[in-house]
Structure formats: C-alpha cells, structure tokens
C-alpha cells in the first residue's frame, strides 16, 4: 500500500494540473504589461496600482468584509446549536422537518434561495441593503456549519461529557468545559467556511443586495461580462493570495490543536 | 428549558428564512393580481408595463404556468439543463474518481497534504476558478495557442460560448465535491478485501470492479448528487462560458426576473425547477442520513 502505482501516480498528476493550470496562468497574467491578456508583454505590476486606485472596488471589498464577517459569526453560532441539537438533542417534534431544513439549503440553486429571500424580505418590507445579505448569508452558511460541526460530534468519544456529568457539571458547564473545547477545530472550520462561502457568492447577493450595498463578486461578474481584464485578474490574484493564506494558517493551527490535545490524552492515560 | 432554546432558535431561523420563503414564491408564482396593490408592490420602477403583464396573467390563477408550457424556451431550457447536469455529473465522476483512487492509495503520510490540495481551490473564488477558464478558451485563447503553435490544428477552435465550455466550466468548479465523498468512502475501506479478491483468482480489473467500485458507492452516490442538483439551477457557468446558444434554466429564471422584471413568471420557474429537484434532493437527504446513522 506504500508504493504509488503509475496508474496512480498519473492520475494525480493530471487531476492536480487541471485544478490547478488554469489559476496559475490567471496569476501570471496579471504580472502582464499588455492591456491583451492573452499576450505576454513582459513583467509588470501596474495593474495592481490601478486596482488600489479604483474606489468601486475598494467600497465594494469592504462592503463584502463587513457582512462576512457578521454573516459567518451569525452562521456558526446557529449552525453549531443546530448540529448539537441533531447529534445529542433526541427526538423532539418536526426533527425530521428540522434535519431536512439542514440538509437542503446544501444543494439547492441558488436562483431560487435567492428569489425566495428576496421575495420574503419586499414581503415583511425590509428595505434590501447589507442586513438583508447578511440575513440570506447566515441562513445558507449555517447549514454548511452545521455538517461539519456534526461529523467532529458524532465521531467523539461521549463518555467524555457524561463523565463531566457525573462529576457534578451542569449541562451548559459540561458543554462549555468538555464538549466546546473538543469541538473547537470544527467550530472554527465551520466558520472559514461560511466566511468564505459570504465572500464568493455572487447569485444570492445579487438578489438580496441594494444599490448601495454592491458587493464585490457582484462587481466583479459584471465587469467579466465585458471579457478578460488584466485588472481583474490582478483583484483574483489577491482572492487567491488571501484564501491560500487563510486555509494554510488554519490547517496548521487545527493541526497543532489536535496534536496537542493528543498529548493530554495520552498524558491523562499515563497519570491513571 | 435551555435544551428548548437551543432548538428553537435555529429552528425558527430556518422556518423564516428557509421555508416561509417558499411558500411566498408559491404564492407569488399562482397570484400575481396581489403583487400589484401594496404589499407586494415591489419597487416603483416595476409600475411602467406592469398593468399589461398584470392583466394578461390576472385571468386565471394558473396561468403563469401554462404560459410555461405554451412558451418553447421553457420546458426547452428545463430539459436542457437537466441534459447538461446529469452529462456533466457522469464527466466528473469519471474525472474525479481516478483522482480520489489515486489519494486513497497514496503513502498515508502524502493524504492530508493531497486533501489540501482539493479543498484548496473549493476554498478560492467560484466566480474566479470560471473566469479564468474564459482566457483559456477564448478564441485567441491560450488553448488555442498552444494547439495552433503545436501545429496541431491550423484555425482556432471556437471553444468560448459553447456548450463543451459549460461541461469543462462545471466539472472543473465541481470537482472537490465529487473527489471528496469518494475519497472518504475509499480511505475506509480495508485493503486486504482486494488481495483476497486477488487471491480468489480475480484480476486486478475484476477486483476492482466487483470489490472497489460496490464498496464505494455511497461516496458515489453522494458525490453525483452534490453536483447534479446545483448544477441543474446553474447561473454564473452558462453565463459566462456558455454563450447564447446554451439554454439552462437558472439563466432564463434570472433574466426573467432582472431583465424582463417579470417577477411572478420567475417564481413559477423557481417553482417547477424545485418540484424537478425534490426527488433528488430528497433521496440525497436519505443517503447523508444514512451514512450519519451509520457512523454513528
């Protein structure tokens, strides 16, 4: 099993260049001096100083930061109730219905989650601007909190909480002592992710965005509309930057949690 | 009491914000005498030919869907789109499942740098992982380059607003949805069953057909859904990669309801595509169900 056949070695040799060619080309085209992308004119980082430049983008950007980061706060504090409801809650009324309401939002268009927001929030008249993103946000994200805060709930060890239990701790105690700190990678995961899932989306932010609220993929596609700008794909080049950053400081950061919540078991085992 | 609240409150939260909102494009969809007198009014812009459309569609209740039926481009774009998912889906599986093989057989010590690298570009921009494949396709593409400097064709390919563009588009940006079932259904499973299959007088072929591919399937399954059922109400991929030529309906939903602002038309394509989509979404709620019950 420790060797990598060719077979194998080819295929991931091809999947990984397709997955990863097209970007590549995109980052080093934006270091391009022509105003036609598709020719190379040598190095180049103007394009960057014109994006800096461009107060569109720059409003649009911060529009963007703002409601990710209420919208994922929101979303993991629902989404982490919700999975702990469906992994320790038992049956309650309408968990069926509950459970369905968890797991459609992850695959359903986002034409229709949007138009039905958006017809809900003209409905109760609230007036379209960034609460109502962050309202549409939070509810889609959630839901993809709430599955991967559930898979780190239902692979632990349960004992855990109720010898916490046992030992005199409220429900809440027990949570917030026991089952919290365990769940910790996930939770913060979880958040990344609908932080990021905020940041990308661009068919439920048009619907419920107003005009004062525009958010950054919204500018962008209609400036793709147009065709291929080195301007833009100098702003991909940062979005690129950005998440590669994040996702590696986090894989490590949740790396060295669990490894250090490897050894206090471990150190617990011994002290017994 | 707390144990209550808990519930509640994410439960509340998606009953408003979730399904009460279906129940408005529904009623919407069959009743658009109301969208005209406040509150549903929706801007004022909207007031210019709105009496028009309203009174055509104030007849009867249901006739926005049987505008649906009689119009061509609809049902056309419905069975279009459901061609372009389930061609696409079957293209990601056979792209996507070499590809989660091929991790799940790698030194354990390679897997999570290789799980990085799948999640990594489902963590980077939909909208930018699309666009970049408009400079690669275009007719002064870098594609087109490469092959006409190779010499092996000698004019362009006109790749750009096709719809072999929009199969490209998808399965690229749908990828880690299908690698990443697939890979955790193959990482669990015990590889001695293939050396006793092998033993047992299996080819290699064999063993992983009759062995691999069944003990697989879950992944499988829940992989092919993932991608068919968003794939299915598509909007940013047709519309940048897929030119005029390529009908898809979460195209025709969103101009008709930003170009034509023909709103309750809009909701009764939302709510065809949903009725289209409940039996998919239902049986891929089963299948997670399942695989949760069965870790458990």
């Known amino acids: ?272 | 009491m707390r144990r209550a609240l808990l519930i509640a409150v994410p439960y509340v939260w998606l009953l408003a914000l979730f399904l009460v909102p279906f129940f408005i494009v529904l009623k919407i969809s069959l009743s658009d005498t109301e969208l005209a007198i406040p509150p549903y009014t929706p801007t004022l812009d909207l007031s210019q030919g709105w009496a028009g459309i309203k009174g055509f569609f104030s007849q009867l209740d249901f006739e926005n869907y049987v505008w649906l039926t009689e119009d061509d481009l609809y049902w056309k774009a419905y069975l279009s789109s459901v061609k372009i998912a389930l061609i696409s889906t079957f293209l990601t599986l056979i792209v996507g499942y070499p590809i989660a093989y091929g991790m799940a057989r790698a030194p354990e010590e390679w897997r999570p740098t290789l799980m990085m690298l799948v999640i990594l570009p489902f963590w980077t921009s939909f909208l930018i992982r699309v666009y970049a494949w408009m400079g690669i396709l275009s007719n002064e593409g870098y594609l087109n380059q490469i092959l006409l400097w190779t010499g092996i064709i000698s004019t362009p390919l006109t790749i750009l607003n096709t719809q072999s563009a929009v199969y490209i588009g998808i399965v690229y940006t749908y990828l880690p949805f299908m690698i990443l079932p697939v890979y955790s259904a193959l990482e669990r499973m015990d590889g001695s069953l293939i050396e006793a299959a092998e033993d047992l007088g299996c080819s290699r072929f064999q063993a992983f057909w009759l062995v691999t591919v069944p003990l697989s399937k879950p992944g499988i399954i829940a992989g092919c859904f993932l991608v068919m059922i968003p794939v299915i109400g598509e909007f940013v991929i047709p519309s940048l990669l897929g030119g005029s030529g390529t009908l898809m309906i979460g195209k025709v939903l969103w101009e008709e309801f930003f170009s034509n602002r023909d709103w309750p038309v809009a909701s009764a394509v939302a709510v065809v595509l949903l009725l289209i989509l409940v039996i998919p979404i239902v049986l891929f709620q089963r299948n997670q169900q399942k695989q949760t019950e069965a870790d458990q």
């Open chain 1, 1 to 272: 099993m420790n060797r990598l056949s060719w077979f194998n070695a080819v295929s991931l040799t091809l999947g990984f260049a397709f997955l990863y060619i097209p970007m590549i080309i995109l980052i080093i085209f934006s270091f391009n001096e022509s105003k036609l992308v598709t020719v190379w004119a040598g190095f180049s980082t103007k394009w960057y100083g014109e994006l800096v430049q461009n107060q569109a983008f720059l409003d649009a950007a911060w529009v963007t930061v703002r409601v990710a980061v209420f919208s994922s706060t929101l979303a993991t504090i629902l989404g982490t109730a919700a999975a702990y409801v469906l992994v320790r809650g038992g049956r309650f009324f309408g968990r069926t219905l509950f459970s369905g309401m968890i797991y459609a939002p992850l695959v359903m268009p986002e034409v229709i989650t949007g138009l039905s927001l958006l017809l809900l929030f003209i409905g109760i008249g609230l007036d379209r601007g960034i609460l109502t993103i962050v309202l549409a946000h939070t509810t889609f994200s959630m839901c993809f909190v709430s599955v991967v805060v559930s898979s780190r709930l239902v692979t632990f060890d349960r004992s855990l909480e109720e010898a916490a239990l046992d030992l005199g701790c409220s429900p809440a105690q027990a949570f917030r002592l026991v089952t919290l700190p365990i769940i910790a990678p996930a939770v913060i995961s979880g958040w990344l992710l609908a932080f990021t899932l905020s940041l990308d989306d661009l068919v439920i932010a048009s619907f419920t965005s107003g005009p004062s609220s525009t958010t950054l993929p919204i500018k962008i596609f209609s400036a793709v509309r147009l065709g291929v700008s080195p301007e833009i794909n100098a702003l991909s080049t940062l979005m690129i930057a950005v998440v590669t950053v994040g996702v590696i400081t986090a894989s490590l950061v949740t790396k060295r949690a669990m490894m250090r919540q490897r050894q206090d078991e471990l150190a617990a085992v011994r002290a017994e």
